[in-house]
């Protein structure tokens, strides 16, 4: 951003600007810096990112600077220009765009909403490619993450801790639960394109547990006069993602448990003397999925 106001001064194209920001509450940062550039000409950024920290945010300058500055480095690059860094939108338009394939059963060629990301591969390559290009940024966002929760944690009022949330917790949430979950996501798709459908299922349901953080990160940012404000989450529609992958999870059960419904139950949950009942609806419900895959998560992961 910097630089390319640096090149709008050297052209003198600064007259008049159109800024399309789409939503201001979620970009009062930037708007801000593109303010006190206007009024003062100033284009140190560092210092401009003070004094918005400072005015905005909370005195702590040093403590919280460093972490607006991580942000920026933790994207998603989809290229080698410096502008090609993903949003959060990439998460879940790519889960959904491959989830959509998967249960349609068309994982035999490649998916060509993804050539702009990944090039024209084979489905599963191209699942591949995206897990790749997400697991060092999913590192990088729970490492941020982690210092923005233990930097907020330090603030000295209520509201410092609010502002700080609202102007850079919930994007570094929103970015660590997304990248997070894509990764988990790919990972089921691999794991179920070896048919070793059990474990798919599984990290369905822990992509499901991550993209459900980013709902309860914008519930947090909805206080007071903004209750409802991602009500209008349209463009990237978390909730569709989490709903979305519900339904994976359902389908994979369904399509691959060897008895409907039992099957998983009876292998993985039960003693063997229960295991070979044949009415066990006689002694027990069906487990939801939502029951099972923790069961199943949990027996798994401890080996017994």
Same mark, same amino acid.
Request: glycine share 4%; proline share 3%.
């Given at each position: 951003?910097?630089?390319?106001?640096?090149?709008?001064?050297?052209?003198?194209? #600064?007259?008049?600007?159109?800024?399309?920001?789409?939503?201001?509450?979620?970009?009062?940062?930037?708007?801000?810096?593109?303010?006190?550039?206007?009024?003062?000409? !100033?284009? #140190?950024?560092?210092?401009?990112?003070?004094?918005?920290?400072?005015? $905005?945010?909370?005195?702590?300058?040093?403590?919280?600077?460093? +972490?607006?500055?991580?942000?920026?480095?933790?994207?998603?690059?989809?290229?080698?220009?410096? #502008?090609?860094?993903?949003? /959060? !939108?990439?998460?879940?338009?790519?889960?959904?765009?491959?989830?959509? $394939?998967?249960?349609?059963?068309?994982? =035999?060629?490649?998916?060509?909403?993804?050539?702009?990301?990944?090039?024209? +591969?084979?489905? &599963?390559?191209?699942?591949?490619?995206?897990?790749?290009?997400?697991?060092?940024?999913?590192?990088?966002?729970?490492?941020?993450?982690?210092?923005?929760?233990?930097?907020?944690?330090?603030?000295?009022?209520?509201?410092?801790?609010?502002?700080?949330?609202?102007?850079?917790?919930?994007?570094?949430?929103?970015?660590?639960?997304?990248?997070?979950?894509?990764?988990?996501?790919? !990972?089921?798709?691999?794991?179920?394109?070896?048919?070793?459908?059990?474990?798919?299922?599984?990290?369905?349901?822990?992509?499901?547990?991550?993209?459900? &953080?980013?709902?309860? $990160?914008?519930?947090?940012?909805?206080?007071?006069?903004?209750?409802?404000?991602?009500?209008?989450?349209?463009?990237?529609?978390? !909730?569709?993602?989490?709903?979305?992958?519900? $339904?994976?999870?359902?389908?994979?059960?369904? =399509?691959?448990?060897?008895?409907?419904?039992?099957?998983?139950? &009876?292998?993985?949950?039960?003693?063997?003397?229960?295991?070979?009942?044949?009415?066990?609806?006689?002694?027990?419900?069906?487990?939801?999925?939502?029951?099972?895959? /923790?069961? +199943? /998560?949990?027996?798994?992961?401890?080996?017994?």
């Amino acid at each position: 951003m910097a630089e390319e106001l640096g090149q709008i001064i050297d052209k003198q194209a #600064d007259k008049l600007f159109i800024v399309n920001t789409g939503n201001i509450r979620m970009h009062t940062l930037y708007l801000d810096l593109l303010r006190q550039w206007w009024h003062t000409g !100033q284009t #140190d950024f560092p210092v401009l990112t003070d004094n918005f920290i400072s005015r $905005a945010v909370s005195s702590d300058v040093a403590r919280l600077k460093p +972490l607006f500055q991580q942000y920026p480095e933790c994207h998603v690059r989809f290229g080698s220009h410096d #502008d090609e860094q993903a949003g /959060e !939108q990439i998460y879940h338009y790519t889960v959904r765009n491959i989830l959509t $394939a998967w249960m349609k059963g068309e994982t =035999t060629r490649p998916l060509s909403l993804l050539y702009w990301l990944t090039g024209e +591969l084979p489905l &599963k390559e191209q699942v591949q490619s995206v897990r790749k290009m997400c697991e060092e940024p999913a590192h990088k966002w729970e490492s941020l993450l982690i210092s923005c929760e233990d930097a907020m944690d330090s603030l000295e009022t209520e509201k410092e801790k609010e502002d700080f949330y609202n102007n850079l917790v919930l994007f570094v949430r929103l970015h660590q639960s997304g990248c997070r979950g894509t990764v988990l996501f790919c !990972q089921a798709f691999e794991a179920w394109y070896e048919k070793d459908y059990v474990s798919s299922y599984i990290c369905v349901h822990r992509a499901l547990r991550e993209f459900r &953080k980013s709902l309860d $990160a914008m519930a947090i940012y909805e206080k007071g006069k903004w209750k409802g404000f991602f009500s209008n989450d349209c463009l990237t529609n978390v !909730q569709l993602t989490v709903e979305n992958l519900r $339904a994976l999870r359902s389908y994979i059960r369904i =399509t691959h448990e060897e008895e409907p419904f039992y099957g998983w139950q &009876k292998r993985y949950l039960m003693p063997q003397s229960e295991g070979i009942v044949a009415l066990l609806t006689n002694f027990h419900k069906h487990l939801s999925d939502e029951m099972l895959a /923790e069961k +199943l /998560e949990e027996v798994i992961s401890t080996g017994h």
